[in-house]
């Protein structure tokens, strides 16, 4: 996962956390501002598109066929820390459901 990282930070979006093999990122907004809106979410796709080239070029060095599935959704979001021994942020609501589906 530290190659998606690097592009997670590259893009200017947030490593929220792993999953099992599910990787959660996301883009906040920080007003209502259309502009901010739009590069929001064109920065989760270009994301997207540097995650599927990740693999493409793993997939050229060693020659194992790695793949993905990456949900993208946009909406409100609740958020809490969770767990007393490793207290984690996460993030709840339909928007995620979605996202995961």
């Not at 920065?43 to 070029?57: G, H, N, T, W, Y």
Request: hydrophobic share 45%; proline share 2%; glycine share 8%.
């Amino acid at each position: 996962f530290s190659a998606f990282d690097r592009e997670v930070l590259a893009q200017g979006l947030f490593k929220m956390d792993t999953i099992g093999d599910a990787y959660v990122a996301a883009g906040w907004l920080n007003s209502l501002d259309p502009a901010e809106a739009t590069e929001r979410c064109a920065a989760m796709i270009r994301l997207s598109q540097r995650m599927l080239k990740v693999l493409e070029d793993h997939r050229e060095v060693d020659g194992k066929d790695l793949r993905c599935r990456i949900g993208i959704s946009k909406g409100v979001v609740y958020a809490g820390v969770l767990g007393r021994l490793q207290p984690r942020y996460h993030l709840f609501g339909e928007t995620m459901r979605i996202a995961e589906q």
